[in-house]
């Protein structure tokens, strides 16, 4: 799995590709860390659009990263479910762990005006 990076203003989008399984989770989480634990209260964006699939412990990386990006003001947000990642997040009701949205754009607008501004600058 090869996890795209991209930061805008205070914003870190996460863009992985592939499968989140027990093989790819241990990367994925201590990516989700890092941009969590980048300082301050930091909005993180997963665009899972690239991800056909995610397990049990893709989603426990996903709430471990947003109680600790709370802990500091932050938050944790995904975007572009593929249908096989959205069943599971529907299945899972994990939409009420971390916030959903349709695609990066809605979710950068709705975490971030400045991260928007930077997005939409290049």
Sequence with gaps: MDIGEARYADLVLLTP????????????????????????????????????????????????????SKKTGGTVAVTSLQPVVKEVFEISRFNYVVKVFDTPRDAVAALSGDALAALENG
């Design 17 to 68: 590709v592939g499968r989140i399984d027990h093989i790819t989770s241990p990367d994925f989480q201590a990516k989700l860390m890092d941009a969590v634990g980048s300082g301050g209260p930091v909005p993180v964006v997963v665009d899972l659009g690239g991800v056909e699939y995610i397990s049990s412990v893709g989603l426990r990386a996903l709430m471990i990263a947003s109680k600790e």
